[in-house]
């Protein structure tokens, strides 16, 4: 196997100058379209080689590298950045050309296998079982927005990777959050909305909503109308999107008003319960709609088909058997404290009436679930400082759901405390 003499650091910096191109196309093409002015006795150069030629030019020397060499060097990329924002390196790699963006794709394994967030798709994709990925949650009262964020606690001196935003609506019957993959573009019709979560209007009922990817096939009537002798018919090349529940999070009701925590109890309709058993698994899904991270395009192939928006109780049409139940983990009362606790391994700092610990609820007929699965948590939230709290979530969960579990927590309920 051929070995790389080029140090990873003059690798980055090619694969910069290959992405801000190697001279100005723009100009070429002006320039071209100066012979066009010409008498017809002069000969233009086919434009069409002219732009084949440039992105030969451009992505050559890095898209026709052995397959040997490129699968080294991606490899060692990956190995080599853990964490972001070193880790935006391998979004680079799969941007250079399609045969970059393959290998890389063919590295680079779900967070379930390796427990590192990289890609888009990676925010719909489980956990790992083994330790939690950490993330922290920062909210923004002013602008009832709550940004997620990658890493065990805010930095100082250096911007942390911003995974999912949410921006809170109150409207008159319900509140919605609608969570979207940058923190400046809310919008439901948009590219970088990804879920919602609304609540009743008692906040004590909350359903999870995700969109999956559709296609609207390319429909051509045969019925001929006057204008379109004027305007030919072109293919659709619209990709809207499905809305589909995929889970509820119910908060008990304390009518009696007596001291303790709230009660939570989530129904995860897109999570089997055979997934907690030995040797089963959680669904993964596979793409994502077209998204925009960090400056680059993905264009992933849809998952589900279907004519426009809609919204429909199950993710995928059909059952998936017995949902995945959770609950929230009982705490203990501290005598001298004079409160209510839970180990929380340290990542909690602060009392509040949101922290919380979540676990899996079996039932008695559930026979292939290791002991360890009873006690195992797989959600925990609370607070540390002012306005920033801590999110760490594990398999089968994924950063999305974990996400809209966190936010039912932030949406005031008088009648459960």
């Known amino acids: 196997m051929c070995k790389i003499k080029m140090p990873f650091k003059s690798i980055v910096r090619e694969l910069k100058e290959i992405k801000d191109g190697v001279g100005s196309r723009s100009g070429r093409v002006v320039e071209g379209k100066r012979w066009r002015g010409r008498a017809r006795s002069h000969i233009a150069p086919d434009e069409t080689s002219m732009v084949k030629s440039e992105e030969s030019i451009e992505q050559g020397q890095w898209a026709n590298l052995p397959s040997e060499l490129l699968l080294d060097i991606i490899q ?11 880790r935006a390196v391998v979004v680079h790699c799969a941007s250079v050309c399609k045969s970059w963006r393959e290998v890389t794709r063919e590295v680079v394994k779900t967070p379930q296998q390796c427990g590192r967030l990289t890609f888009p798709i990676s925010l719909k994709q489980p956990g790992p079982r083994e330790s939690p990925i950490q993330c922290y949650i920062r909210r923004d009262p002013m602008t009832s927005t709550f940004l997620l964020y990658s890493g065990l606690m805010p930095s100082e001196g250096q911007k942390d990777k911003l995974l999912l935003a949410a921006k809170r609506i109150r409207r008159t019957t ?43 096939a390319p429909t051509q009537s045969g019925r001929r109308t006057s204008r379109s002798r004027f305007h030919s018919r072109q293919p659709s090349t619209r990709t809207p999107s499905s809305s589909y529940r995929i889970g509820t999070v119910n908060y008990e009701l304390n009518v009696l008003r007596t001291r303790g925590p709230r009660r939570m109890h989530c129904v995860m309709n897109s999570i089997p319960v055979s997934s907690m058993e030995e040797g089963g698994s959680a669904p993964t899904a596979a793409s994502l709609p077209e998204t925009t991270v960090d400056g680059h395009q993905f264009y992933p192939s849809p998952v589900f088909k279907g004519r426009g928006p809609s919204e429909s109780p199950l993710v995928i049409p059909g059952s998936i058997g ?12 501290h005598e001298q404290l004079q409160c209510w606790c839970l180990n929380f391994r340290g990542r909690v700092t602060v009392a509040s009436v949101k ?46 759901q974990a996400f809209t579990l966190c936010l039912s927590s932030f949406d005031t309920k008088p009648a459960c405390e």
């Open 76 to 86: 060692r990329v990956e190995e080599t950045e853990t964490s972001w924002p070193a």
């Open 174 to 216: 319900c509140t919605d959050f609608i969570i979207s993959l940058v923190s400046n573009d809310f919008s439901r019709s948009s590219n970088n909305y990804i879920g919602r979560l609304r609540s009743n209007f008692l906040g004590t009922k909350f359903t999870i909503s995700e969109r999956q990817s559709s296609h609207e």
């Open 322 to 333: 017995e949902p995945l139940v959770l609950k929230n983990r009982a705490p203990r009362w």
């Open 355 to 400: 922290n919380f610990q979540l676990v899996a609820a079996f039932e008695p007929h559930h026979q292939n679930v290791s002991a360890e699965e009873h006690d195992r948590v797989l959600l925990q939230f609370g607070k540390i400082g002012k306005d920033i709290f801590t999110m760490d979530y594990s398999y089968p969960l994924s950063a999305f």
